[in-house]
C-alpha cells in the first residue's frame, strides 16, 4: 500500500492508504500544505480535495484511522476526544471517509498547535 507522511515541522506522522476512492484522491493531489486546526484532540486542515462522502464513512473513528471529512473538505486525525464525543469515544463532526491509518502513534498530535504549517507528501 502506498504510504503518506504529514510533517508538522516538529513531528511527522507516517500512514498507510487504503484502497478507497476517497485515499486515490489525496494521492492524486499530493504534495499538499496546510496550516493545522486543531478541536479536542483532533487535528485537521484543508486540502484541495473533493471527494463524495462514501458508504461507509463514519463520524466516531478509531484513533489513529485517517479521515477526509467532505463537509469541510479537510483531513480530520483524531486522536482522541472532541468537543462532542460521548464517553471515551473520537467523534468527528459529522461522517468522514476513513482513507488511512496512522504508522506510527497519533498521540504525538497533542503537540500540534493551530497555524502549525503541515506538508502531506507520498512517500511510497
Same mark, same amino acid.
Request: hydrophobic share 50%.
Given at each position: 500500500m502506498p504510504r503518506i507522511r504529514f510533517d508538522f515541522g516538529t513531528l511527522t506522522l507516517? /500512514?498507510?492508504l487504503l484502497d478507497t /476512492?476517497?485515499?486515490?484522491? $489525496?494521492?492524486?493531489a499530493l504534495p499538499i500544505s496546510s496550516s493545522a486546526l486543531t478541536w479536542g484532540e483532533e487535528v485537521y486542515f484543508e @486540502?484541495? @480535495?473533493r471527494a463524495a462522502r462514501e458508504k461507509d464513512a463514519r463520524a466516531v473513528v478509531t484513533p489513529g484511522e485517517i479521515a477526509y471529512w467532505p463537509d469541510g473538505h479537510v483531513i480530520a486525525l483524531g486522536?482522541?476526544?472532541?468537543p462532542i464525543s460521548r464517553g471515551n469515544e473520537t467523534r468527528l463532526a459529522s461522517p468522514c471517509n476513513i482513507f488511512g491509518r496512522? $504508522?506510527?502513534? @497519533?498521540k504525538a498530535l497533542v503537540k500540534v498547535k493551530?497555524?502549525?504549517?503541515v506538508n502531506v507528501t507520498l512517500i511510497g
Open positions: 507516517d /500512514a498507510e /476512492a476517497t485515499a486515490q484522491a $489525496i494521492a492524486a @486540502v484541495p @480535495v486522536f482522541g476526544r472532541t496512522a $504508522i506510527d502513534d @497519533v493551530t497555524g502549525a504549517k
